[in-house]
């Protein structure tokens, strides 16, 4: 089955760094997420992106992050200035056009210090 | 009220039994629904849709109500494979995301 990768598995940077989490979805979908998990709670949405731009995004993505996708194939979520309470697992997804599925990556988890 | 709840549990219960999962969302326009699975620390895998007229897939049955917002997950003959963090997930109308519950834990002892 196609697979969704991020890179790196593991990220630890220190407070108000810089840390830039790709992702590589599969080929042939239009539709990418990033979503994060702070550890013991649930997942949640951060922006998803269609046609080169962001179609939602939630209250969390505020104006320290943001998104990218460079090269048409990688997808890049970029954290300005992280915080301690950035510390997550983040999660990119994707999805094609007919379809509801989502392909998750098996995440980037990131510590700040 | 959040949008997606679900008991946290654990549900602790023997092989080859069945159990019951239940959530409730707050929009009622809402028009997907998903069942996710997720071992720890690893990333959420979709187990199945929910569709309105119930649907089954082996061992796991998804019912809907719509008229009281509440979705289930039933699992027949437990697996010891199945012990999980099993996610309910609700697609708002009109928003691309999906919105997940915090999670029911399984664990299914030998």
């Known amino acids: 089955e196609p697979e969704v990768t991020q890179t790196p598995s593991h990220q630890v940077t220190q407070m108000g760094q810089e840390v830039i989490l790709r992702c590589v979805p599969i080929?042939?979908?239009?539709?990418f997420y990033w979503y994060r998990q702070i550890l013991g709670q649930k997942v949640e949405f951060l922006v998803s992106?269609?046609?080169?731009?962001?179609?939602?995004k939630s209250e969390i993505f505020d104006d320290q992050f943001s998104v990218e996708r460079p090269d048409g194939s990688n997808f890049t979520l970029k954290i300005r200035s992280t915080k301690l309470e950035d510390s997550a697992m983040y999660f990119c997804?994707?999805?094609?056009?007919?379809?509801?599925?989502?392909?998750f990556g098996s995440g980037t988890q990131l510590s700040v210090l | 009220r959040k949008e997606v709840e679900q008991d946290p549990g654990p549900f602790n219960v023997p092989e080859g039994a069945t159990v019951a999962f239940n959530c409730t969302y707050s929009?009622?326009?809402?028009?997907?629904f998903f069942w996710y699975r997720q071992d720890c620390r690893k990333e959420p895998k979709l187990l199945m849709s929910?569709?309105?007229s119930g649907n089954e897939d082996g061992r796991f049955t998804a019912q809907l109500n719509r008229a009281s917002q509440y979705i289930s997950l039933l699992i027949r003959d437990s697996k010891l494979s199945d012990s999980a963090t099993y996610l309910c997930?609700?697609?708002?109308?009109?928003?691309?995301?999906?919105?997940f519950g915090t999670g029911t834990r399984l664990l299914v002892s030998p």
């Open positions: 997804a994707s999805r094609g056009p007919w379809s509801e599925k989502l392909f």
């Open positions: 080929s042939n979908h239009l539709y």
């Open positions: 992106f269609y046609n080169n731009e962001i179609s939602e």
């Open positions: 929009n009622s326009a809402s028009q997907s």
């Open positions: 929910v569709y309105s």
């Open positions: 997930v609700v697609n708002p109308p009109g928003f691309q995301k999906l919105v």
